[in-house]
């Protein structure tokens, strides 16, 4: 049964009404979903910090596991180009580089200007995960629940990444992507 909901009014200036009315359709939500995801994220970190809130919901929190389906490009200037226009904007990486990643709406959505390696059943698209908790232990709960591993948790110029393998042989990467090694 979904909660039922209130009203509750606030006063802000203008200009922040407006950019909140634009982020709300950038990332395809009413105002009022983004206005609640934006007050419960701000809700769940200090009470995180001061210690209020209950160890189930902060663990929950932070094994957060979120898409990033990962492109590989000819030229990244021209891809780069393509999805700005569609609205995408760049979050790390260059024209120059040969990865980046941008956001378009509420997704990420990397780009590499390498060719996919078919012998590893990458395709033009990739199937991939970012996790904010720690890859090892997600592995030993994969394994353990008999998921196939393609390739266990290494070391990558990125961060750590999981290579998992789904019932048709589609390779799922998982990664947990560390921001001072690609910035």
Do not use: C
Request: proline share 4%.
């Amino acid at each position: 049964m979904k909660e039922a909901k209130q009203q509750f009014n606030v006063y802000l200036a203008p200009d922040t009404i407006k950019q909140m009315k634009h982020r709300a359709i950038d990332e395809q939500l009413s105002l009022s979903d983004l206005v609640e995801k934006i007050f419960t994220a701000y809700l769940a970190e200090n009470a995180e910090e001061d210690g209020t809130q209950a160890p189930a919901v902060a663990a929950q929190q932070k094994e957060k596991l979120n898409l990033q389906p990962l492109i590989h490009v000819n030229d990244m200037g021209k891809a780069l180009d393509f999805y700005s226009k569609l609205g995408a904007t760049i979050l790390h990486g260059s024209r120059d580089g040969d990865w980046a990643l941008l956001r378009l709406g509420s997704t990420e959505l990397g780009l590499l200007a390498h060719p996919a390696n078919p012998e590893q059943n990458e395709g033009r698209v990739e199937l991939n995960f970012e996790y904010s908790a720690s890859l090892e232990e997600l592995e030993k709960k994969l394994r353990a629940a008999g998921v196939t591993i393609a390739r266990p948790t290494g070391d990558e110029g990125f961060g750590y990444q999981l290579q998992l393998e789904d019932p048709d042989g589609m390779l799922v990467k998982i990664n947990q992507l560390d921001p001072e090694l690609y910035n």
